[in-house]
């Protein structure tokens, strides 16, 4: 017996808001399927038919047809620590977000640092799992970038790393953002110019110690150079260090923020004032970088931006779409403040 009123449990089909939104149903298809061969006003009738009628695409079926699975990982190859303790990594996830926000795509993050980690990662990701990877704090010669490429993963880098040939990065001036740093020292008379560079198995450590390297060269001006992992921690060993080997050392150029910020702690600890005797720059101009005692002096560079672009020519290679460039390389420029 029909009741009147009752609602019937049938989910509206994909002809029906074809039907509604007076187009054909590949019109609709392609609207769902995020692709951009659709006109405007097209894309608006399906997507209020849509709304109208609650329709709820069936991803497991369209999975079948596209070999699509609308979801996109993020690997980050570094600690727990790192990931949430470090202001650079939760700008690049914010800018991935943001460029994700309306294509329907939904983001995995992984962390990957193990030879083992990286085996099982390397065979999830080529199961068809995800439609495309992001790669952000690779060493070199890490084979997972290559593997995933031959393997019919759309993969896009953040940063390249040394021995690595990737068919699509994006990265900062980090050459010049250094030279930017070093030159404003020499400029204000400092002469005893000490860098706590990054590691020189990862591109950004190589070209931010190449860009102190040449500044100095210019000024004729000697080198003084210790390493760091980017962290506060190592940033403070390796001022301690600087310390005990030149005493009159007069600025340290430290290639990120928190080694910068680790750096200020022990010369405060020694007796050094900043920037009185030593003044002090980083590279990241992130978050912390205004509330430091005194506020840090930095090479600013887009965290989000650079995420925002790492997603934008992911999603174009996993939509088949032409690169005009495959590489974007942002700019950086110093924000100077009270401690250099």
């Given at each position: 017996?029909e009741?009147?009123?009752a609602r019937t449990s ?5 002809e ?6 007076g187009v054909g ?6 609207v769902?399927n995020g ?11 399906v997507?209020?038919?849509i709304?109208?009628l609650?329709y709820?695409?069936n991803?497991?079926a369209?999975s079948l047809?596209t070999?699509?699975?609308d979801?996109v990982?993020l690997?980050?190859?570094?600690s727990?620590?790192r990931l ?10 914010r ?9 329907g ?6 962390l990957s640092?193990?030879?083992?980690q ?7 990701l080529?199961g068809q ?9 690779l ?5 997972l970038?290559g593997?995933l490429e031959?393997g ?6 953040g ?14 001036d980090?050459?010049g953002g250094?030279?930017?740093?070093v030159?404003?020292l020499i ?11 990054g590691?020189q198995?990862?591109g950004v450590?190589?070209?931010?110690l190449?860009?102190y ?8 001006l ?6 760091g992992?980017?962290?506060d ?7 301690a260090d ?5 005493p009159?050392?007069d ?11 680790g750096?200020?702690?022990?010369l405060?600890?020694?007796g050094r004032?900043?920037?009185?005797d030593v ?5 990241d101009d992130s978050?912390d970088?205004p ?7 930095s090479?600013h560079?887009s965290?989000e931006?650079m995420?925002?672009?790492m997603?934008r ?10 690169l ?7 700019d ?7 401690s250099?």
């Open positions: 017996m009741v009147k009123g049938a989910r509206p089909t994909l029906e808001v074809a039907a509604r939104a149903r590949g019109t609709v298809s392609r769902i692709s951009p061969k659709v006109s405007p006003q097209a894309r608006e009738s997507l209020q038919a709304s109208e609650g709820v695409p991803r497991a369209r047809v070999r699509r699975t979801t990982a690997v980050i190859s570094e727990e620590q949430f303790g470090e202001p650079f990594f939760a700008g690049i996830v800018g991935i977000s943001n460029a994700l926000a309306d294509t795509l939904q983001l995995l993050l992984t640092q193990s030879a083992t990286h085996a099982q990662l390397e065979q999830y080529t799992h995800v439609d495309g990877v992001l790669l952000i704090s060493h070199r010669g890490d084979p970038p593997r031959s019919g993963v759309p993969t896009v880098l940063g390249r790393p040394p021995g690595i040939d990737p068919i699509s990065y994006v990265d900062v980090n050459l250094a030279r930017q740093a030159d404003h400029r204000q008379g400092r002469r005893r110019i000490a860098t706590i560079a590691p198995d990862m450590g190589i070209n931010r190449e860009g390297r040449e500044a100095l060269s210019e000024a004729g000697p080198e003084l150079i210790v390493f992992d980017f962290s921690a190592s940033g403070a060993a390796a001022t600087l310390l005990d080997r030149d009159e050392l600025a340290v150029f430290a290639a990120s923020d928190p080694m910068a910020l750096a200020m702690r022990v405060k600890e020694r004032r900043v920037p009185e003044a002090v720059i980083g590279f978050i970088a509330f430091a005692a005194p506020p840090l002096t090479v560079q965290v931006g995420g925002e672009e997603a020519l992911l999603i174009a290679r996993i939509r088949g779409e032409a005009a460039d495959p590489v974007v390389i942002l950086t420029h110093l924000v100077v403040r009270e250099a």
